[in-house]
């Protein structure tokens, strides 16, 4: 019925796979689906680490009844709880009343507020360790990756590093569970627009975690989306620990609205004079087509950004305002910027983008370009212009 290969010696995948959902936290689209994986250790004592969503639940507990045979299940391991991981914990415990919940302190208030249950509850703190029997869990805290309560738990057997949100990516599992039996290159680009959505915001807090965990002996890793890493741990992890320096690769995002096509135009020449010097990295994005996820996920990605916006209503477009608000939010820094726009009876936009600069603290590359009603030579050269500058300042860094 589903594939019941252990991870380790009594040590399975218990997750499902989410392919009804169209926006992940009610925002952000899933073109590819996302799993919610769980884990169970049936060991003298049996532990579930983290549930799944509720919508799945049924199957879920199907999954876990057929791993289970007839145990029942001592611990919940709770990782983290946000309701696409918690959210099957009030039908997890009716089904089984005596299990005891393991967390932290932040956890127990959370599990109070969501599900009116405290007992049975077992506080763990930093480096405290559960024993199972022949295995043990032990337990490290790392806060606001991505929710204040959420913490990882090891087992040193095996070397497997249950990881909560860390290292996880949108996408089904298709077929497998496992790294190895999957051609992950797809999950790549997914696991970038993961991290720049959900956890971005929090790049202190992972690399916290990262230099933490980074003492411990780890061949597996098993986030609560996404692959079970093993064959490529290496480059899961360090594309996190990339992310979270906001480190990015020589290229550019120019990300535009346009009502009319003048400012498109715009955005065209400035590509146009990017790839006149060489660079040949260069995104153009229109806001109004490609979801603000997407070009999060390349502003991620490239070093070079580039906005461009028309006046519209005194101000800047609104699904500019949108991106720059994504943008804010996650704090990105260390990035090359400059900005366009257009305008028909009075400009603002370019006066806001150039402000967005030092909202940012990055630096501002060559002149903004302002164009008033259509483009014609002259401003259309001023953009080619800018792009010519921004592979410069690419070239030099
Ligand atoms: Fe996948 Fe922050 O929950």
Redesign the pocket.
């Known amino acids: 019925m589903y594939n019941k290969r252990p991870i380790a010696e009594n040590i399975y995948y218990a997750g499902v796979n989410d392919r009804q959902k169209s926006l992940f936290e009610n925002y952000i689209p899933l073109p590819n689906g996302v799993s919610y994986n769980s884990y169970l250790i049936v060991d003298e004592k049996v532990a579930l680490i983290d549930t799944v969503d509720i919508s799945f639940a049924d199957i879920y507990f199907t999954k876990l009844d057929a791993l289970l045979k007839d145990r029942h299940i001592d611990y919940l391991i709770v990782d983290?709880m946000?309701p696409?991981?918690a959210g099957s914990i009030g039908l997890l415990k009716q089904k089984y009343p005596n299990i005891t919940l393991v967390g932290n302190a932040k956890t127990a208030d959370m599990l109070n507020g969501y599900f009116h249950i405290d007992t049975p509850f077992h506080e763990v703190k930093e480096g405290d360790a559960l024993s199972l029997g022949k295995l043990s869990l032990t337990f490290y805290m790392a806060p606001m990756v991505?929710?204040p309560e959420v913490m990882v738990a090891y087992e040193s057997k095996n070397k497997i590093l249950f990881s909560a949100?860390a290292f996880?990516t949108f996408g089904t599992l298709d077929g497998d569970y496992l790294d190895e039996y999957l051609n992950t290159d797809k999950y790549w680009d997914e696991m970038r627009r993961y991290y720049a959505c959900?956890v971005g915001k929090f790049a202190v807090p992972t690399q916290n975690a990262i230099k933490k965990l980074s003492s411990l002996d780890i061949k597996t890793v098993c986030p609560?989306?996404g692959p079970v890493w093993q064959k490529d741990l290496q480059k899961a992890v360090a594309n996190y620990d990339a992310w979270s320096r906001y480190e990015a690769q020589e290229g550019v995002v120019i990300a535009y609205g346009s009502m009319y096509g003048n400012t498109q135009q715009l955005a065209e020449a400035v590509a146009e004079g990017i790839l006149s010097q060489g660079i040949k990295d260069v995104v153009v994005h229109n806001v109004s087509k490609t979801d603000t996820s997407d070009i999060l996920s390349d502003i991620f990605k490239y070093k070079g950004l580039i906005i461009g916006s028309p006046t519209y209503m005194m101000g800047i477009y609104p699904m500019i305002e949108k991106l720059l608000s994504y943008i804010e939010h996650r704090g990105i820094r260390d990035r090359y910027y400059s900005c366009f726009g257009s305008f028909t009876w009075a400009g603002a936009a370019v006066n806001t983008l150039t402000a967005f600069s030092r909202t940012m603290n990055w630096e501002l590359v060559g002149t903004p370009v302002e164009n008033k009603q259509a483009v014609f030579a002259d401003k259309y050269q001023e953009a080619f212009n800018l792009g010519i500058a921004m592979a410069d300042r690419l070239k030099t860094s």
Do not use: F, K
Request: proline letters at 0%.
């Open positions: 983290h946000e696409d991981h991505h929710w949100d996880g959900i609560t989306h």
